[in-house]
């Protein structure tokens, strides 16, 4: 909480009390020791002070008026109450004002609460007051330099006087970054394309009056990278006259308002930082993040910010200034600022193409290379850029392909040295990276993706029986936008799985998910089935709570992107909800309540739906075709026209066949089995009883479903009792058959 200056200057005057034979130690014992600190003495010569003739007035008042011990005594001295008023009155501030610690200046103004002290007279009697050091300490016109205080009350005095002057640090070294210096210190990267918006940005700087260009794009498009392009152009001389040897500038607002406890700190601070630059012939003053300044530095009850300090100097030409914001803080700030918006020429910064990208990427190559010792191949920069804009959905180009090349670099260098050792990034690295940036698994992007899909069909049909032409139908769809024969803008496909409960259509919806390896997120439409449930998707409206809380559907695609969507029971959902998928299906988007949109590029969307199952059995199988058979028909009359249009296709399911029974019988004893497996339980089911499950378990309304409540109850049942205290308590085998239509069971211990 204490500045090493001010604890050694307070151990400082607890050495001089006890020196000088003095029962306490007081006040001036402490001011005397803050003498001889130089940042406490730079503090009292730029408020006027003069620091050799303070000292002399209070060591003399210290030999003269404070009373000696006898020699005889021989004690330490005690610390007076006003002493310790001081130190919890310093320790409070500190606290209440947010700073790390208190040093010598925050003494001095604590000092003038003792209003019937010495110390407090002798400072007045120099025309010091705690306004005064107020003022010099939140300027922050004070350079801690020198290695310390000295801890020799009588020896030499700290250089104050014209080195003070020298310590006094200037606005735009304080509060700016020169980034024409940078630039010939070789700190900035070399900036690629962008001619265009570099010309027109000159253009705007060289006019008479308001010469300032506003930069506006989205997040990561390179607006700062203009600015640096900006400086390097200075500092190789390719500017019109009137900018050559200028210097560009970057305001830190945050190092601006650090510290500003009193009013008037900051508009000072910013005041002297439009001086400054306007009195430098050719500078330029970058503000990235422009939209902070709009109430910057306001106080309740005050429309005095950094805007309206800006505004005079803005329209005058006497200070260029360039400006970066998005579009989103651009229309919250600027656009309801007219009279601050008229004083910038705005130019628009777009995302730059693939081959743009690229070539941003060759341009940094060389740093990146020489940064991590590494090697970057140009397939490797390439698929960098590709890879990036086709499945990182929530940034932008190039700054999502840069953070690629940049991870890939530190993937790397994470390596054991000798596996490292002359290696180059490739491809496989920057897939790597993209998987873990994009939360997709890696065969999910790359070339065992095409294996994946290859295999598609075939591991469906393995998993789901009876429905071979409406699986085939799916990979069909998936294949073709895989093959890049799609809409590029529409979601891998947008699919109404119709057909009777329990045939198949969810469990087509997770092996999908399985196979391509991406997540899997199911909604239950039943359970939006009132008109206000819509906000529920994508998030309440404002003024309404859980305003800030965003739609569950918009908020688990930007989770995850690459993703099956299953809406379950979707004629359960309220009809609102299929205007809210009209633009999912057309355009990929869904923009929820705080105006952000979520990508739906890469999900594959699929509803299902028991419409019509009840009145005509198996529909036909088809792709736009939606008048065929009875159950198409209801779907016609339920779903609107709009909606069914932007549908990649209706895949009817069939209703489950007895001879089908018997394979879905075999799947659910797999099951079984596996569970059975981790008990070291052994299991047989005869033919006969493989067959009575099937037709026990067949309901051509019910599906799959009916069967596993069979097997439950005529085996599971069963079985759990003699697990728990038979036969089977250390496993063993069990042996099912079929007599006299009931099923009978052998067991064998082990």
């Known amino acids: 909480m204490l500045s090493r200056e001010l604890e050694i200057s307070l151990i400082s005057a607890v050495r001089d009390a006890k020196k000088r034979r003095h029962e306490y130690v007081t006040l001036e014992h402490v001011f005397f020791a803050l003498l001889h600190d130089h940042v406490t003495s730079v503090i009292l010569e730029e408020c006027g002070g003069d620091v050799e003739e303070l000292k002399k007035l209070v060591d003399q008042y210290l030999n003269t008026q404070v009373p000696s011990l006898p020699e005889e005594v021989d004690q330490e001295p005690l610390q007076t109450l006003a002493f310790q008023r001081l130190m919890h009155r310093v320790m409070k501030h500190v606290q209440s004002s947010g700073k790390k610690e208190a040093d010598g200046g925050d003494v001095l103004a604590a000092f003038f609460k003792e209003v019937d002290s010495h110390a407090v007279y002798f400072l007045r009697s120099q025309g010091i007051e705690r306004l005064d050091i107020l003022r010099t300490i939140s300027h922050g016109e004070v350079k801690k330099d020198n290695p310390g205080p000295e801890t020799n009350l009588g020896g030499e005095r700290p250089q104050t006087g014209k080195t003070a002057g020298a310590a006094k640090k200037g606005s735009l070294d304080a509060y700016t970054q020169n980034l024409t210096q940078m630039a010939k210190e070789g700190k900035l990267d070399p900036v690629v394309g962008r001619d265009l918006e570099l010309e027109r940005t000159l253009q705007v700087l060289c006019r008479r009056r308001k010469n300032n260009p506003i930069l506006v794009g989205e997040p990561g498009v390179g607006k700062t990278a203009i600015a640096e392009a900006l400086a390097l152009k200075i500092e190789a001389g390719e500017v019109p006259e009137a900018l050559k040897d200028g210097e560009v500038y970057s305001l830190d607002m945050g190092s601006l308002l650090a510290g500003t406890k009193f009013r008037g700190d900051f508009e000072q601070r910013l005041k002297t930082v439009i001086q400054e630059v306007g009195e430098r012939d050719k500078a330029i003053l970058f503000i990235d993040e422009i939209h902070t300044i709009v109430g910057a530095g306001a106080t309740s009850g005050s429309s005095m910010d950094a805007s309206n300090i800006l505004k005079p100097a803005l329209i005058t030409g006497n200070l260029r200034c360039v400006g970066a914001t998005t579009y989103t803080e651009y229309r919250n700030f600027f656009d309801k600022d007219r009279a601050l918006s008229r004083r910038f020429q705005k130019i628009d910064i777009p995302e730059p193409s693939l081959e743009e990208t690229y070539q941003i990427l060759l341009g940094l190559r060389e740093r990146y290379e020489a940064y991590f010792g590494l090697k970057y191949s140009n397939s490797a920069l390439r698929a960098a850029a590709e890879l990036s804009a086709q499945y990182i959905h929530d940034r932008f180009l190039p700054d999502k392909a840069i953070d690629v090349i940049d991870e890939a670099g530190a993937a790397v260098m994470l390596l054991p040295l000798k596996k490292r050792a002359k290696r180059a990034i490739n491809v496989v690295d920057i897939e790597r990276v993209v998987s873990k940036i994009a939360r997709i698994p890696i065969k999910a992007k790359g070339r065992d993706e095409v294996g994946a899909l290859a295999e598609m069909e075939g591991k469906l049909k393995e998993k789901v029986f009876g429905q071979d032409n409406a699986i085939h139908h799916i990979v069909t769809a998936i294949k073709r936008n895989k093959a890049g024969l799609g809409a590029i803008d529409k979601p891998i496909g947008s699919f109404l799985f119709a057909g009777p409960t329990g045939v198949g259509k969810t469990e087509v919806s997770k092996q999908i998910a399985k196979i391509l390896g991406v997540h899997f997120e199911r909604l239950d439409m039943s359970e939006y089935m009132e008109k206000h449930s819509v906000s529920r998707l994508i998030g309440a409206p404002p003024g309404y709570v859980g305003f800030e809380q965003g739609g569950l559907m918009t908020e688990a695609i930007r989770k995850h992107p690459h993703c099956v969507l299953l809406l379950d029971e979707i004629e359960k959902a309220h009809p609102d909800i299929y205007n809210i998928l009209l633009q999912v299906m057309d355009r990929a988007t869904l923009t929820d309540n705080n105006g952000q949109a979520a990508n739906f590029k890469s999900v594959i969307l699929i509803m299902t739906s028991n419409v019509g199952s009840s009145e005509g059995g198996a529909g036909a199988i088809g792709f736009g075709s939606t008048k065929q058979g009875k159950e198409n028909e209801a779907i016609d009359r339920h779903f609107p026209p709009e909606f069914r249009n932007r549908l990649d296709g209706i895949v009817n399911f069939n209703s489950l066949t007895e001879s089908v029974m ?89």
């Not at 394979?663 to 047989?684: G, M, P, R, S, Y």
């Open 662 to 750: 018997e394979t879905v019988v075999d799947k659910f004893i797999a099951e079984l089995e596996h569970q059975l497996h981790e008990k070291k339980i052994t299991f047989n089911l005869t033919a006969k009883a493989r067959a009575w499950l099937a037709k026990k378990g067949y309901d051509p309304e019910m599906g799959a479903r009916p069967l596993g409540r069979v097997i439950q109850a005529e085996i599971k049942d069963r079985l759990s009792d003699e697990i728990l205290f038979g036969k089977l308590i250390r496993g063993g085998e069990v042996k099912i058959d079929l007599k006299k239509e009931a099923l009978t069971f052998a067991f064998k211990s082990r």
